[in-house]
């Protein structure tokens, strides 16, 4: 028997059979591009977000998403989905609310959800941005997202920064975002003694 290869051709088709795929994405590929087509046109979504700091999201600014995808990239976000359709009693689609962040900065994380990229790299997005983001992705456990902020993050680490973050881990007294800040700090602080740069 010969090995089976399922992929994506040129046109967008998926192929089947011995070497199919040629030059193409793979099947997987081709899922994900599919769903993140799905969620930008809002086609058979059923899990709805609200950003609880954000005045805009009580104007009716909500973000529709796909449970399955969100469930697959943050257990955190798995559980209150799960929470949440326990109580709706059968109800398909589902409202959370994800207290302490901007509509736009839980965009930003549904996006990377989908798309597995991010904004933080850019020269439009500002430092204390990437901090809510990167505050965000811990509070989620979006592990990739979490990494590719304080990457950025560590470049620019300052002490005004390192004391905003601090306060908003002691906040909420939350043990994991505390943790992420001390192993952040210490990278920052490693990476500056390296570059002779001061805290």
């Keep these: 028997c010969g090995q089976l290869t399922i992929g994506i051709d040129s046109n967008d088709s998926v192929v089947c059979g011995e070497g199919a795929g040629g030059g193409g994405r793979s099947a997987a590929e081709g899922v994900a591009k599919r769903l993140e087509e799905l969620w930008v046109a809002g086609l058979l979504t059923d899990v709805t977000l609200t950003a609880s700091d954000d005045t805009a999201t009580r104007e009716g600014l909500e973000i529709q998403a796909h449970a399955s995808v969100l469930s697959a990239h943050s257990y955190v976000l798995r559980r209150l989905i799960i929470q949440s359709r326990a109580k709706a009693k059968g109800e398909k689609r589902v409202m959370i609310e994800i207290p302490r962040c901007s509509v736009r900065t839980l965009l930003s994380a549904v996006k990377h959800c989908y798309t597995g990229t991010s904004d933080v790299a850019s020269d439009t997005i500002m430092t204390g941005e990437v ?38 881990a002691g906040q909420g007294a939350e043990e994991d975002l505390q943790s992420a800040c001390r192993t952040l700090f210490a990278l920052a602080s490693s990476e500056m003694q390296k570059e002779e740069r001061p805290l």
């Design 131 to 168: 901090a809510e983001l990167w505050v965000l992705a811990v509070r989620l456990k979006l592990v990739c997202l979490e990494q590719q902020c304080a990457a950025v993050l560590r470049g620019c680490m300052s002490q005004e920064l390192a004391t905003v973050l601090w306060e908003e």
